[in-house]
């Protein structure tokens, strides 16, 4: 499984940006992935953000973006979605997205050791 995000860039604080990943799956495609984006700020060590079950009807956030962000997957698209609203300058960052089979459609773990695939990361940036 290789893994591509993007969709990261320079935005004013209270703004937003939609990041992608686009999964590319031989064979299995893009069912049974849990998909999950990790974010590294500067300086820091790589958070948690969201998480997705591979059904898409179980998802997962992070304290510190509940009600601000939401992960979404496009099934026919091989994609995952994380739409960030209500930006602030401690958004900043990398973030990766990462993928891990599943044997259940309902599951999804927040431990990034779990994950068995990672995107490059795309970074976004948060201006005060």
């Known amino acids: 499984v290789q893994l591509q995000a993007f969709g990261g860039g320079l935005v004013q604080a209270g703004g937003s940006l939609r990041l992608s990943c686009a999964a590319s799956?031989?064979?299995?495609?893009?069912?049974?992935?849990?998909m999950a984006w990790f974010r590294q700020a500067p300086g820091k060590e790589r958070d948690y953000v969201a998480a997705?079950?591979?059904?898409?009807?179980?998802?997962d956030y992070a304290d510190f973006v509940k009600g601000r962000f939401a992960i979404s997957r496009d099934e026919g698209k091989n994609t995952v979605y994380l739409q960030m609203n209500s930006l602030k300058p401690e958004d900043t960052g990398v973030y990766y997205c990462?993928?891990?089979?599943?044997?259940?459609?309902?599951?999804?773990?927040?431990?990034?050791?779990?994950?068995?695939?990672w995107g490059q990361g795309t970074l976004v940036t948060v201006s005060s």
């Open positions: 799956a031989s064979g299995r495609g893009f069912m049974r992935l849990a």
């Open positions: 997705s079950s591979w059904s898409g009807r179980s998802t």
């Open positions: 990462a993928a891990k089979v599943m044997d259940y459609s309902s599951d999804y773990t927040p431990f990034q050791f779990e994950y068995e695939y």
